[in-house]
């Protein structure tokens, strides 16, 4: 892959030698997943492995859903709503919601990850409520956004439906914290469990995607499958046969060799919200910032989502001659699952009849590779991960190798790659300057702040 020097070049590439001369820190980080994963503390490492009653009954309610509903709405955001996203994209039709019904696997699919008014009765104006199913999802049960979406939604439908309310309502949250259960309990929605040492961006296999997923017809068991396996790839020390080690270890050379921006660049547009799934996932668990005696560390990488072919034609200019400080992975796939022939017309227009006779396939790859060619002419670290086909098995992989290489290069930079202090910051700031008791000492610090 173009991260090595034997092909950028010794300047910017990595050898062999400067990834051995790390092994000393590669055992230990080994070590402390493994450690970690003994006592729980990676929990979500085990859902391809732990959850099989759970599948039967997350299928039973999902072809319930399928069987009575027009519309399945996910309430959620963060970690709570980029996975559901990623995985709906890449599996069904890119234009599902407008199919036809009884072309469609399951209801029409809705993720509103957002409290931006304007979205909310966008949503409105276009499902009937009676007939759709409400998936509120948060681990915490308490974030502002998710919890207001669902107040509104609360008010609605029972308005609407009066006691029967109830039955549009899915709850996913922590068995345990937060009010979502409480209220879950108190109203009597079908609730599923986010299981305890299974944080917010690393949920996507445990309820928070695969009831969505089930619901739009998605395999499940195969996206566990798909994982599982990754998981034992991704299980050894040798850091040369385990694709996560390897690329969490190119990585943390590339940021400590200033490379502060990390771009994702899918070829198909079917993985173009894995990119978007990916940056929160990289940037949450990475950016961090640790005190040691008295001096202050940084770390992580800006993520940078992009879309070939489409961005080639924005940004790549800028990846190819602007600063060095930025590390590409493209993601390809082998084989499309559509083929599409460009016809062989024009022929009096050589520069354009060349294209005719080859496949759209084809020029979309030609055009991957291209860009990988000029990026690795221009001495720009960039790296590929292909899938052999979009598929639930190689999509619930993707998802494994992801987390896993997120949380070995956690254990390279010595941080905590499960926590965001600073996301909880501002969800604090936001209880407290909209009144919630508890937060009184957070608003008196905002009010001291410095007036604009
Ligand atoms: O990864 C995380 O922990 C966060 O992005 C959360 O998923 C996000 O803040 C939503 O939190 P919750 O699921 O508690 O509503």
Request: charge should be negative; glycine fraction near 8%.
């Amino acid at each position: 892959n173009n991260m090595m020097e034997e092909f950028i070049g010794p300047e910017e590439g990595f050898s062999r030698r400067q990834i051995a001369s790390l092994d000393s820190q590669i055992r230990l980080a080994h070590h402390n997943m493994r450690e970690k994963r003994k006592k729980g503390g990676m929990d979500w490492r085990e859902l391809p492995f732990n959850q099989d009653d759970l599948i039967e009954a997350i299928n039973k309610t999902a072809e319930d859903i399928r069987g009575r509903y027009e519309a399945f709405v996910v309430l959620g955001i963060g970690g709570s709503a980029l996975g559901p996203l990623a995985v709906q994209t890449a599996l069904n039709h890119l234009h599902y919601n407008e199919l036809q019904a009884e072309k469609r696997v399951g209801p029409r699919f809705y993720v509103v990850d957002n409290v931006d008014p304007e979205r909310m009765q966008a949503l409105f104006d276009i499902i009937d409520l009676q007939k759709t199913v409400f998936n509120v999802i948060s681990k915490s049960g308490s974030t502002s956004e998710t919890m207001s979406q669902f107040m509104i939604v609360s008010k609605m439908l029972k308005e609407k439906l009066g006691s029967d309310y109830a039955k549009n309502i899915i709850a996913t949250t922590d068995q345990a914290k937060g009010n979502l259960i409480r209220l879950a309990k108190e109203e009597g929605y079908t609730t599923f469990i986010i299981p305890e040492g299974v944080g917010g961006r690393f949920s996507e296999l445990s309820p928070v995607g695969l009831l969505p997923a089930a619901v739009c017809g998605i395999d499940i068991k195969e996206l566990l499958a798909g994982a599982a396996f990754m998981d034992k790839i991704c299980d050894q020390e040798e850091v040369f046969q385990n694709p996560a080690y390897i690329l969490a270890v190119l990585q943390y050379l590339a940021m400590k060799n200033g490379k502060n921006i990390s771009v994702m660049m899918p070829y198909a547009d079917s993985l173009k919200f894995f990119a978007d799934w990916y940056a929160q996932l990289w940037a949450e668990s990475l950016g961090k910032r640790m005190d040691l005696s008295n001096n202050e560390v940084y770390t992580g990488q800006t993520p940078v989502k992009a879309l070939g072919t489409t961005d080639q034609h924005s940004q790549v200019q800028l990846y190819t001659e602007g600063p060095f400080d930025k590390v590409v992975t493209f993601l390809g796939v082998g084989k499309y699952r559509i083929s599409m022939e460009i016809p062989k017309i024009f022929l009096d227009i050589p520069a354009v009849a060349f294209l005719g006779g080859h496949t759209m396939e084809e020029l979309i790859t030609a055009e991957q590779l291209a860009t990988e060619y000029a990026l690795m002419k221009a001495q720009r670290l960039n790296c590929t991960i292909t899938l052999p086909e979009v598929n639930a098995f190689t999509i619930g992989q993707l998802i494994q190798l992801l987390e896993i290489k997120t949380a070995f290069a956690g254990e390279l930079l010595n941080i905590n790659a499960f926590d965001q202090p600073g996301v909880e910051e501002g969800k604090n700031a936001t209880y407290a300057l909209l009144g919630r008791p508890g937060y009184e000492d957070k608003k008196e610090e905002l009010d001291s702040r410095p007036a604009k």
